[in-house]
Protein backbone atom coordinates (compact mmCIF):
# COMPACT_ATOMS: atom_id res chain seq x y z
CA UNK A 1 0.00 0.00 0.00
CA UNK A 2 1.19 3.49 -0.91
CA UNK A 3 1.71 5.89 1.36
CA UNK A 4 -0.19 9.44 0.86
CA UNK A 5 1.40 12.52 1.33
CA UNK A 6 -0.24 15.03 3.37
CA UNK A 7 -0.17 18.47 1.30
CA UNK A 8 2.03 21.59 3.16
CA UNK A 9 0.21 22.97 6.13
CA UNK A 10 2.18 25.84 6.23
CA UNK A 11 -0.90 28.46 6.63
CA UNK A 12 -3.58 26.28 8.44
CA UNK A 13 -3.81 27.10 11.10
CA UNK A 14 -3.34 30.76 10.69
CA UNK A 15 -5.07 32.81 12.84
CA UNK A 16 -8.14 35.26 12.17
CA UNK A 17 -7.09 39.35 12.01
CA UNK A 18 -8.48 41.29 13.84
CA UNK A 19 -8.41 43.96 11.11
CA UNK A 20 -10.39 46.83 12.78
CA UNK A 21 -6.65 46.77 14.80
CA UNK A 22 -4.55 47.40 11.96
CA UNK A 23 -3.54 50.89 10.73
CA UNK A 24 -5.33 52.31 8.00
CA UNK A 25 -7.60 48.86 7.09
CA UNK A 26 -9.35 50.88 4.45
CA UNK A 27 -6.65 51.17 2.84
CA UNK A 28 -5.45 47.62 2.93
CA UNK A 29 -8.53 46.13 2.10
CA UNK A 30 -8.90 48.11 -1.26
CA UNK A 31 -5.38 47.09 -2.35
CA UNK A 32 -6.77 43.75 -2.13
CA UNK A 33 -9.24 44.40 -4.26
CA UNK A 34 -7.98 46.01 -6.79
CA UNK A 35 -5.04 43.58 -7.16
CA UNK A 36 -7.82 40.69 -7.49
CA UNK A 37 -10.18 42.11 -9.84
CA UNK A 38 -6.65 42.71 -12.09
CA UNK A 39 -5.77 38.51 -11.73
CA UNK A 40 -9.05 38.02 -12.06
CA UNK A 41 -9.37 39.46 -15.64
CA UNK A 42 -5.93 38.19 -16.53
CA UNK A 43 -7.27 34.43 -15.90
CA UNK A 44 -10.59 34.46 -17.47
CA UNK A 45 -10.59 31.44 -20.27
CA UNK A 46 -11.04 32.34 -23.77
CA UNK A 47 -15.53 31.93 -25.21
CA UNK A 48 -14.30 29.64 -27.98
CA UNK A 49 -11.56 26.76 -27.42
CA UNK A 50 -9.70 24.87 -30.32
CA UNK A 51 -10.50 21.32 -29.59
CA UNK A 52 -8.88 20.10 -32.79
CA UNK A 53 -5.23 20.59 -32.05
CA UNK A 54 -3.29 17.90 -31.22
CA UNK A 55 -2.84 16.26 -27.53
CA UNK A 56 0.52 17.70 -27.58
CA UNK A 57 -0.02 21.12 -27.86
CA UNK A 58 -3.44 20.84 -25.60
CA UNK A 59 -1.47 19.05 -23.22
CA UNK A 60 1.56 21.32 -22.94
CA UNK A 61 -1.65 24.30 -22.94
CA UNK A 62 -2.78 22.58 -19.44
CA UNK A 63 0.59 22.92 -18.31
CA UNK A 64 1.10 26.40 -19.54
CA UNK A 65 -2.17 27.10 -17.80
CA UNK A 66 -1.45 25.71 -14.52
CA UNK A 67 1.78 28.24 -14.03
CA UNK A 68 0.67 31.01 -12.40
CA UNK A 69 0.34 34.42 -14.29
CA UNK A 70 2.60 37.42 -14.42
CA UNK A 71 1.90 39.77 -11.56
CA UNK A 72 1.73 43.21 -12.53
CA UNK A 73 1.51 44.23 -8.83
CA UNK A 74 4.28 45.92 -6.86
CA UNK A 75 5.75 42.72 -4.91
CA UNK A 76 5.31 42.63 -1.42
CA UNK A 77 8.79 43.67 0.41
CA UNK A 78 11.57 40.64 -0.23
CA UNK A 79 11.48 38.07 2.52
CA UNK A 80 11.50 33.89 2.73
CA UNK A 81 8.29 32.58 1.99
CA UNK A 82 7.55 29.11 2.00
CA UNK A 83 5.96 27.18 -1.21
CA UNK A 84 2.25 27.21 -1.53
CA UNK A 85 0.75 24.11 -1.85
CA UNK A 86 -2.57 23.15 -2.11
CA UNK A 87 -4.60 22.59 0.98
CA UNK A 88 -6.20 18.95 1.16
CA UNK A 89 -10.44 19.04 1.26
CA UNK A 90 -11.88 17.75 4.28
CA UNK A 91 -13.36 14.21 3.39
CA UNK A 92 -17.07 14.23 3.00
CA UNK A 93 -19.95 12.41 0.25
CA UNK A 94 -19.62 14.84 -2.38
CA UNK A 95 -16.68 16.77 -4.03
CA UNK A 96 -16.31 19.14 -7.19
CA UNK A 97 -14.06 18.23 -9.59
CA UNK A 98 -11.92 21.75 -9.16
CA UNK A 99 -11.25 20.34 -5.90
CA UNK A 100 -9.42 17.45 -6.91
CA UNK A 101 -7.62 18.99 -10.46
CA UNK A 102 -5.81 21.14 -7.82
CA UNK A 103 -3.31 18.38 -7.82
CA UNK A 104 -1.21 17.08 -10.31
CA UNK A 105 1.01 13.69 -10.59
CA UNK A 106 1.51 11.56 -7.74
CA UNK A 107 -0.18 14.53 -5.13
CA UNK A 108 -3.65 14.30 -7.78
CA UNK A 109 -3.70 10.06 -7.53
CA UNK A 110 -2.93 10.43 -3.42
CA UNK A 111 -6.06 13.20 -2.86
CA UNK A 112 -8.09 10.86 -5.45
CA UNK A 113 -8.02 8.11 -3.45
CA UNK A 114 -8.01 9.57 -0.31
CA UNK A 115 -11.54 11.43 -1.40
CA UNK A 116 -12.89 8.83 -2.88
CA UNK A 117 -12.07 5.34 -1.93
CA UNK A 118 -11.62 6.85 1.42
CA UNK A 119 -8.06 5.08 2.04
CA UNK A 120 -4.48 5.38 0.82
CA UNK A 121 -3.25 4.33 -2.44
CA UNK A 122 -1.57 1.25 -3.12
CA UNK A 123 1.56 0.42 -5.10
CA UNK A 124 -0.31 -0.94 -8.33
CA UNK A 125 -2.59 1.77 -8.41
CA UNK A 126 -0.32 4.68 -7.82
CA UNK A 127 2.16 2.70 -10.85
CA UNK A 128 -0.94 2.30 -13.51
CA UNK A 129 -2.48 6.07 -12.86
CA UNK A 130 0.84 7.28 -13.02
CA UNK A 131 1.71 5.43 -16.54
CA UNK A 132 -1.23 6.71 -17.66
CA UNK A 133 -0.99 10.12 -16.26
CA UNK A 134 2.73 10.29 -17.95
CA UNK A 135 1.08 8.86 -21.49
CA UNK A 136 -1.13 12.13 -21.34
CA UNK A 137 -4.22 10.50 -20.26
CA UNK A 138 -7.25 12.82 -18.48
CA UNK A 139 -7.42 13.10 -14.86
CA UNK A 140 -10.79 13.59 -15.48
CA UNK A 141 -11.07 10.25 -16.87
CA UNK A 142 -9.27 8.72 -13.71
CA UNK A 143 -11.77 10.51 -11.61
CA UNK A 144 -14.37 8.62 -13.33
CA UNK A 145 -12.55 5.40 -13.17
CA UNK A 146 -12.44 5.61 -9.42
CA UNK A 147 -15.82 6.33 -9.03
CA UNK A 148 -17.31 3.91 -11.16
CA UNK A 149 -15.05 1.36 -9.01
CA UNK A 150 -17.16 -0.95 -7.24
CA UNK A 151 -15.03 -0.01 -3.71
CA UNK A 152 -16.05 3.90 -4.57
CA UNK A 153 -19.34 2.55 -4.80
CA UNK A 154 -19.42 1.10 -1.39
CA UNK A 155 -18.32 4.80 0.17
CA UNK A 156 -21.08 7.02 -1.95
CA UNK A 157 -18.60 9.63 -2.62
CA UNK A 158 -20.15 11.46 -5.87
CA UNK A 159 -17.98 14.15 -7.56
CA UNK A 160 -19.97 17.37 -9.27
CA UNK A 161 -18.88 18.61 -12.30
CA UNK A 162 -17.72 16.26 -14.82
CA UNK A 163 -21.59 16.79 -16.78
CA UNK A 164 -18.68 17.46 -19.85
CA UNK A 165 -16.33 14.43 -19.14
CA UNK A 166 -18.03 11.81 -18.50
CA UNK A 167 -19.54 11.48 -22.47
CA UNK A 168 -15.88 12.50 -23.60
CA UNK A 169 -14.73 9.62 -21.62
CA UNK A 170 -17.12 6.99 -23.00
CA UNK A 171 -16.56 8.55 -26.82
CA UNK A 172 -12.58 7.72 -25.87
CA UNK A 173 -13.13 4.26 -24.57
CA UNK A 174 -15.64 3.31 -27.08
CA UNK A 175 -13.12 4.73 -30.10
CA UNK A 176 -10.17 3.36 -28.97
CA UNK A 177 -12.20 -0.12 -28.21
CA UNK A 178 -13.36 0.21 -32.00
CA UNK A 179 -10.34 1.18 -33.78
CA UNK A 180 -11.40 4.84 -34.50
CA UNK A 181 -7.95 6.59 -33.11
CA UNK A 182 -9.46 10.23 -34.66
CA UNK A 183 -12.46 10.26 -32.81
CA UNK A 184 -10.58 8.85 -29.43
CA UNK A 185 -7.66 11.53 -29.97
CA UNK A 186 -10.58 14.10 -30.46
CA UNK A 187 -12.21 12.85 -27.23
CA UNK A 188 -9.03 12.73 -25.13
CA UNK A 189 -7.92 16.57 -27.02
CA UNK A 190 -11.43 17.55 -25.22
CA UNK A 191 -11.20 16.15 -21.77
CA UNK A 192 -7.43 18.09 -21.86
CA UNK A 193 -8.93 21.65 -23.23
CA UNK A 194 -12.13 20.93 -20.52
CA UNK A 195 -8.62 20.65 -17.75
CA UNK A 196 -6.59 23.49 -19.63
CA UNK A 197 -10.32 26.04 -18.63
CA UNK A 198 -10.70 24.50 -15.52
CA UNK A 199 -6.66 25.63 -14.46
CA UNK A 200 -6.51 28.62 -16.03
CA UNK A 201 -9.29 29.44 -13.89
CA UNK A 202 -8.34 28.06 -10.58
CA UNK A 203 -4.77 29.44 -11.14
CA UNK A 204 -6.21 33.28 -11.22
CA UNK A 205 -7.99 31.93 -7.82
CA UNK A 206 -5.13 30.62 -7.08
CA UNK A 207 -3.06 33.64 -7.37
CA UNK A 208 -5.84 35.76 -5.75
CA UNK A 209 -5.84 33.61 -2.90
CA UNK A 210 -1.49 33.97 -2.99
CA UNK A 211 -1.57 37.57 -2.94
CA UNK A 212 -3.85 38.24 -0.45
CA UNK A 213 -2.04 35.44 1.89
CA UNK A 214 0.66 37.85 0.88
CA UNK A 215 -0.86 40.82 2.08
CA UNK A 216 -1.91 39.02 5.33
CA UNK A 217 1.18 38.61 5.73
CA UNK A 218 2.67 41.98 5.64
CA UNK A 219 -0.21 42.95 7.95
CA UNK A 220 1.07 40.46 10.78
CA UNK A 221 3.80 41.82 10.75
CA UNK A 222 3.04 45.01 10.89
CA UNK A 223 0.47 43.75 13.98
CA UNK A 224 3.21 41.91 15.56
CA UNK A 225 5.20 45.28 15.82
CA UNK A 226 2.00 46.97 16.58
CA UNK A 227 1.79 44.26 19.34
CA UNK A 228 5.36 44.43 20.32
CA UNK A 229 5.14 48.12 21.04
CA UNK A 230 1.35 47.64 23.06
CA UNK A 231 3.26 44.90 25.10
CA UNK A 232 6.44 47.18 26.14
CA UNK A 233 4.22 49.68 27.10
CA UNK A 234 2.14 47.31 28.47
CA UNK A 235 4.88 45.99 30.55
CA UNK A 236 6.30 49.61 31.95
CA UNK A 237 2.83 50.48 32.82
CA UNK A 238 2.74 47.23 34.89
CA UNK A 239 5.84 47.91 36.57
CA UNK A 240 4.42 51.02 37.67
CA UNK A 241 1.39 50.10 38.58
CA UNK A 242 2.95 47.02 40.55
CA UNK A 243 5.33 49.86 42.59
CA UNK A 244 2.63 51.69 43.27
CA UNK A 245 0.29 48.78 44.26
CA UNK A 246 3.69 47.84 46.28
CA UNK A 247 3.63 50.98 48.14
CA UNK A 248 -0.13 50.92 48.48
CA UNK A 249 -0.05 47.37 50.39
CA UNK A 250 2.82 48.59 52.66
CA UNK A 251 0.41 51.52 53.85
CA UNK A 252 -2.60 49.01 54.11
CA UNK A 253 -0.14 47.10 56.74
CA UNK A 254 0.97 50.12 58.45
CA UNK A 255 -2.65 51.80 58.75
CA UNK A 256 -4.20 48.39 59.05
CA UNK A 257 -1.75 47.70 62.17
CA UNK A 258 -2.61 51.42 63.49
CA UNK A 259 -6.34 50.88 63.11
CA UNK A 260 -6.30 47.56 64.98
CA UNK A 261 -4.02 49.53 67.79
CA UNK A 262 -6.79 51.89 68.35
CA UNK A 263 -9.80 49.42 67.80
CA UNK A 264 -7.88 47.08 70.63
CA UNK A 265 -7.86 50.53 72.36
CA UNK A 266 -11.84 51.64 72.16
CA UNK A 267 -12.27 48.28 72.53
CA UNK A 268 -10.88 48.26 76.03
CA UNK A 269 -12.17 51.59 77.09
CA UNK A 270 -15.84 50.20 76.15
CA UNK A 271 -15.47 47.39 78.17
CA UNK A 272 -14.34 49.50 81.03
CA UNK A 273 -16.96 51.96 80.70
CA UNK A 274 -19.82 49.49 80.17
CA UNK A 275 -18.32 47.70 83.29
CA UNK A 276 -18.77 50.81 84.73
CA UNK A 277 -22.43 51.62 84.15
CA UNK A 278 -23.30 47.72 85.11
CA UNK A 279 -21.65 48.83 88.03
CA UNK A 280 -23.54 52.16 88.39
CA UNK A 281 -26.97 50.60 86.81
CA UNK A 282 -26.81 47.91 89.73
CA UNK A 283 -25.84 50.29 92.14
CA UNK A 284 -28.82 52.57 91.38
CA UNK A 285 -31.12 49.66 91.35
CA UNK A 286 -30.29 48.75 94.84
CA UNK A 287 -30.76 52.15 95.75
CA UNK A 288 -34.02 52.43 93.93
CA UNK A 289 -35.28 49.16 95.56
CA UNK A 290 -34.04 50.22 98.89
CA UNK A 291 -35.66 53.47 98.98
CA UNK A 292 -39.11 52.49 97.79
CA UNK A 293 -38.54 49.70 100.69
CA UNK A 294 -38.18 52.42 103.15
CA UNK A 295 -40.54 54.77 101.75
CA UNK A 296 -43.67 51.92 101.75
CA UNK A 297 -42.33 51.00 105.93
CA UNK A 298 -42.37 54.68 105.91
CA UNK A 299 -45.87 54.89 105.35
CA UNK A 300 -46.63 51.23 106.96
CA UNK A 301 -45.38 53.11 110.43
CA UNK A 302 -47.23 56.13 109.94
CA UNK A 303 -50.55 54.41 109.26
CA UNK A 304 -50.07 51.88 112.43
CA UNK A 305 -48.90 55.24 114.52
CA UNK A 306 -52.33 57.05 113.64
CA UNK A 307 -54.39 53.75 114.50
CA UNK A 308 -52.43 52.93 117.77
CA UNK A 309 -52.26 56.43 119.60
CA UNK A 310 -51.27 55.25 123.14
CA UNK A 311 -47.35 55.03 124.45
CA UNK A 312 -47.43 51.49 124.63
CA UNK A 313 -48.83 50.78 121.06
CA UNK A 314 -46.59 53.20 119.98
CA UNK A 315 -43.70 51.02 121.47
CA UNK A 316 -44.99 48.16 120.43
CA UNK A 317 -45.11 49.34 116.36
CA UNK A 318 -42.09 50.40 116.85
CA UNK A 319 -40.34 47.24 117.77
CA UNK A 320 -42.25 45.53 114.99
CA UNK A 321 -40.88 47.97 112.77
CA UNK A 322 -36.77 47.48 113.92
CA UNK A 323 -36.21 44.74 111.21
CA UNK A 324 -36.72 46.82 108.77
CA UNK A 325 -33.18 47.06 107.53
CA UNK A 326 -32.65 43.53 107.14
CA UNK A 327 -36.23 43.06 104.87
CA UNK A 328 -35.11 45.93 102.81
CA UNK A 329 -31.52 44.11 102.48
CA UNK A 330 -33.68 40.78 101.26
CA UNK A 331 -35.96 42.73 98.83
CA UNK A 332 -32.92 43.83 96.88
CA UNK A 333 -30.68 40.55 97.70
CA UNK A 334 -33.83 38.88 95.73
CA UNK A 335 -34.30 40.98 93.09
CA UNK A 336 -30.33 40.89 92.17
CA UNK A 337 -30.03 37.10 92.63
CA UNK A 338 -33.43 35.06 92.42
CA UNK A 339 -33.45 35.87 88.37
CA UNK A 340 -36.29 37.56 86.50
CA UNK A 341 -39.84 36.86 86.25
CA UNK A 342 -39.47 35.46 83.12
CA UNK A 343 -36.53 32.90 84.40
CA UNK A 344 -38.34 32.15 87.61
CA UNK A 345 -41.71 31.41 86.29
CA UNK A 346 -40.19 28.53 84.09
CA UNK A 347 -38.41 26.86 86.39
CA UNK A 348 -41.77 26.52 88.16
CA UNK A 349 -44.00 25.51 85.22
CA UNK A 350 -43.20 21.63 85.96
CA UNK A 351 -44.65 22.19 89.03
CA UNK A 352 -48.20 22.54 87.34
CA UNK A 353 -48.46 18.90 86.57
CA UNK A 354 -48.01 17.76 89.77
CA UNK A 355 -50.81 20.20 90.72
CA UNK A 356 -53.09 18.71 88.32
CA UNK A 357 -52.95 15.33 89.43
CA UNK A 358 -54.34 16.65 93.00
CA UNK A 359 -56.61 18.24 91.00
CA UNK A 360 -55.80 21.24 93.83
CA UNK A 361 -57.11 24.67 93.00
CA UNK A 362 -60.28 23.60 91.61
CA UNK A 363 -63.94 23.29 93.42
CA UNK A 364 -63.40 24.54 96.83
CA UNK A 365 -59.53 23.31 96.94
CA UNK A 366 -57.43 26.37 96.97
CA UNK A 367 -53.43 26.45 97.35
CA UNK A 368 -51.10 27.87 100.25
CA UNK A 369 -47.76 29.13 98.98
CA UNK A 370 -45.16 29.41 102.01
CA UNK A 371 -43.22 32.59 101.67
CA UNK A 372 -44.71 33.68 98.28
CA UNK A 373 -42.13 36.38 97.68
CA UNK A 374 -42.26 38.11 94.69
CA UNK A 375 -45.40 36.20 93.76
CA UNK A 376 -44.72 34.75 90.52
CA UNK A 377 -45.64 30.55 91.42
CA UNK A 378 -49.10 32.85 92.66
CA UNK A 379 -49.50 35.08 89.38
CA UNK A 380 -48.68 31.35 87.35
CA UNK A 381 -51.34 29.57 89.67
CA UNK A 382 -53.85 32.36 88.47
CA UNK A 383 -53.08 32.66 85.00
CA UNK A 384 -54.14 28.81 84.96
CA UNK A 385 -57.43 29.61 86.93
CA UNK A 386 -56.27 28.29 90.22
CA UNK A 387 -57.40 29.08 93.30
CA UNK A 388 -53.99 30.38 95.60
CA UNK A 389 -52.90 32.63 97.83
CA UNK A 390 -49.19 33.78 99.44
CA UNK A 391 -48.42 34.08 103.06
CA UNK A 392 -45.00 35.81 103.79
CA UNK A 393 -43.15 37.90 106.74
CA UNK A 394 -42.10 40.24 104.90
CA UNK A 395 -43.99 43.15 104.14
CA UNK A 396 -42.91 44.52 101.51
CA UNK A 397 -43.01 41.40 99.37
CA UNK A 398 -46.87 41.61 100.59
CA UNK A 399 -47.64 44.82 99.36
CA UNK A 400 -45.71 43.85 95.72
CA UNK A 401 -47.84 40.94 95.31
CA UNK A 402 -51.02 42.57 96.54
CA UNK A 403 -50.17 45.24 93.73
CA UNK A 404 -50.62 42.49 91.24
CA UNK A 405 -53.81 41.95 92.13
CA UNK A 406 -52.85 38.53 93.72
CA UNK A 407 -53.57 37.07 97.07
CA UNK A 408 -51.28 37.74 99.69
CA UNK A 409 -51.06 37.44 103.60
CA UNK A 410 -48.61 39.40 105.69
CA UNK A 411 -48.42 36.44 108.57
CA UNK A 412 -46.27 33.76 110.10
CA UNK A 413 -46.55 30.47 107.93
CA UNK A 414 -46.39 28.05 111.25
CA UNK A 415 -49.23 30.52 112.75
CA UNK A 416 -51.03 30.33 109.69
CA UNK A 417 -51.53 27.07 109.23
CA UNK A 418 -52.47 26.27 112.86
CA UNK A 419 -55.20 28.54 112.52
CA UNK A 420 -56.67 26.62 109.84
CA UNK A 421 -59.28 24.21 110.03
CA UNK A 422 -58.56 20.60 109.64
CA UNK A 423 -58.54 19.29 105.80
CA UNK A 424 -59.15 22.64 104.42
CA UNK A 425 -56.63 23.18 101.63
CA UNK A 426 -55.79 20.98 99.04
CA UNK A 427 -52.08 21.36 98.84
CA UNK A 428 -49.08 23.23 100.29
CA UNK A 429 -46.17 24.65 98.60
CA UNK A 430 -42.94 26.25 99.99
CA UNK A 431 -39.75 27.22 97.32
CA UNK A 432 -36.55 28.05 99.41
CA UNK A 433 -37.72 28.08 102.63
CA UNK A 434 -37.13 25.30 104.40
CA UNK A 435 -33.50 25.98 104.50
CA UNK A 436 -34.59 29.50 106.31
CA UNK A 437 -36.00 27.26 109.26
CA UNK A 438 -34.69 25.79 112.58
CA UNK A 439 -35.93 22.01 113.21
CA UNK A 440 -38.20 22.73 115.31
CA UNK A 441 -39.97 25.26 113.33
CA UNK A 442 -39.93 22.84 110.02
CA UNK A 443 -40.76 20.08 111.96
CA UNK A 444 -43.97 22.10 113.14
CA UNK A 445 -44.80 22.90 109.70
CA UNK A 446 -44.79 19.15 108.79
CA UNK A 447 -47.23 18.34 111.54
CA UNK A 448 -49.53 21.07 110.86
CA UNK A 449 -49.33 20.59 107.00
CA UNK A 450 -50.52 16.92 107.85
CA UNK A 451 -53.35 18.27 110.09
CA UNK A 452 -54.99 20.87 107.43
CA UNK A 453 -54.25 19.05 104.30
CA UNK A 454 -57.54 17.02 102.42
CA UNK A 455 -57.31 13.26 102.25
CA UNK A 456 -54.80 13.17 98.99
CA UNK A 457 -53.69 16.88 99.21
CA UNK A 458 -49.76 17.44 98.33
CA UNK A 459 -47.03 18.84 99.97
CA UNK A 460 -44.25 20.60 97.65
CA UNK A 461 -41.18 21.63 99.06
CA UNK A 462 -37.90 23.07 96.93
CA UNK A 463 -34.95 23.90 98.36
CA UNK A 464 -30.87 23.73 96.64
CA UNK A 465 -29.26 20.40 95.96
CA UNK A 466 -26.58 19.77 98.51
CA UNK A 467 -25.79 16.55 96.34
CA UNK A 468 -24.41 19.29 93.71
CA UNK A 469 -21.11 20.24 95.44
CA UNK A 470 -20.78 23.75 93.87
CA UNK A 471 -24.16 24.01 95.34
CA UNK A 472 -23.36 22.12 99.26
CA UNK A 473 -20.31 24.41 99.27
CA UNK A 474 -20.61 27.39 97.47
CA UNK A 475 -23.67 29.06 96.43
CA UNK A 476 -25.66 28.30 99.32
CA UNK A 477 -23.56 30.12 101.16
CA UNK A 478 -24.78 33.49 98.90
CA UNK A 479 -28.01 33.87 100.87
CA UNK A 480 -27.22 34.94 104.82
CA UNK A 481 -30.43 33.94 105.81
CA UNK A 482 -29.89 30.51 105.08
CA UNK A 483 -29.04 27.84 108.12
CA UNK A 484 -28.08 24.49 106.79
CA UNK A 485 -28.71 22.44 103.43
CA UNK A 486 -31.26 19.98 103.94
CA UNK A 487 -30.31 16.72 102.02
CA UNK A 488 -33.15 14.75 100.06
CA UNK A 489 -32.84 12.04 102.97
CA UNK A 490 -33.65 14.47 105.62
CA UNK A 491 -36.29 15.44 104.20
CA UNK A 492 -37.71 12.29 103.17
CA UNK A 493 -37.20 10.73 106.10
CA UNK A 494 -39.39 13.23 108.13
CA UNK A 495 -41.96 13.63 105.82
CA UNK A 496 -42.14 9.94 105.87
CA UNK A 497 -42.36 9.82 110.14
CA UNK A 498 -45.32 12.71 109.74
CA UNK A 499 -47.21 9.89 107.80
CA UNK A 500 -46.94 11.26 104.68
CA UNK A 501 -47.22 9.24 101.44
CA UNK A 502 -46.61 8.80 97.84
CA UNK A 503 -43.05 10.23 98.40
CA UNK A 504 -41.43 11.57 95.30
CA UNK A 505 -38.07 13.37 94.32
CA UNK A 506 -38.01 15.74 91.84
CA UNK A 507 -34.15 16.76 90.56
CA UNK A 508 -33.95 19.86 88.58
CA UNK A 509 -32.15 23.10 87.08
CA UNK A 510 -28.81 21.20 85.87
CA UNK A 511 -25.75 23.44 85.39
CA UNK A 512 -26.17 24.79 81.56
CA UNK A 513 -24.27 22.01 78.92
CA UNK A 514 -21.53 24.36 78.50
CA UNK A 515 -20.85 23.96 82.12
CA UNK A 516 -19.53 20.86 81.70
CA UNK A 517 -16.71 18.59 81.48
CA UNK A 518 -16.19 17.14 77.88
CA UNK A 519 -16.45 13.43 78.04
CA UNK A 520 -18.28 10.60 78.06
CA UNK A 521 -16.41 8.12 80.33
CA UNK A 522 -17.71 6.75 83.66
CA UNK A 523 -15.18 8.90 85.66
CA UNK A 524 -15.86 12.42 83.81
CA UNK A 525 -19.88 11.60 83.81
CA UNK A 526 -19.63 11.10 87.77
CA UNK A 527 -17.67 14.03 87.71
CA UNK A 528 -20.10 16.17 86.05
CA UNK A 529 -22.45 15.01 88.25
CA UNK A 530 -21.55 15.69 91.56
CA UNK A 531 -20.22 19.39 89.90
CA UNK A 532 -22.45 19.96 87.40
CA UNK A 533 -26.02 18.08 88.50
CA UNK A 534 -29.14 19.69 89.38
CA UNK A 535 -29.31 22.68 91.64
CA UNK A 536 -32.33 22.29 93.20
CA UNK A 537 -34.62 19.24 94.55
CA UNK A 538 -38.13 19.19 95.96
CA UNK A 539 -40.26 16.97 97.90
CA UNK A 540 -43.55 15.89 96.46
CA UNK A 541 -45.38 14.16 99.65
CA UNK A 542 -49.22 12.91 99.61
CA UNK A 543 -51.75 13.19 102.90
CA UNK A 544 -53.10 9.49 102.90
CA UNK A 545 -56.61 9.27 101.89
CA UNK A 546 -59.38 8.45 104.51
Not at 21 to 48: G, H, N
Not at 75 to 96: A, L, T
Not at 159 to 174: D, E, H, K, Q
Not at 225 to 241: A, H, K, P
Request: overall charge negative; charged content about 30%.
Amino acid sequence: MGVRCAPSSANRDMKPLDVTSLPDPAAIIQRVKEEARTLAQEASVPPDEDLSSPPEEAHAASKEAAAPPEQKVSPPPPRERQRRVPIRPPSKDVYHRDELLLFHGQEFLREAYHAILRREIDEVGRRDYLAELERGQSRQAILIALLHSPEAKTHGVRVSGLTFARPCVRIWRSASARGMPRLAALARRALLADEARCARRVSGQVAVLTLQRALIDDVRLDIGDVQDDFRDGLNGLRDDFRRRLDGLVRNHGRLRLEFQEHREALKRELETAQRRLEETSAALSLARGDLLYHQAALNRLLRDLSEQGSAPSMQRVAAEHESGAIDAYYVAFEDANRGTTEEVRAKLSPYLDVLASAAAGFEGRPVCDIGCGRGEWLALLAEKGIAAYGIDTNPIMIDRVRGQGLDARHEDALAHLRAQPDGSLAAITGFHIVEHLPFDALFGLFEEARRVLMPGGLLIFETPNPENVLVGSHTFYHDFTHRNPVTPSALTFLARYQNFTDLRILRLNPYPEEARVPGTDALTERVNGHFCGPQDFSLVAAKPPG
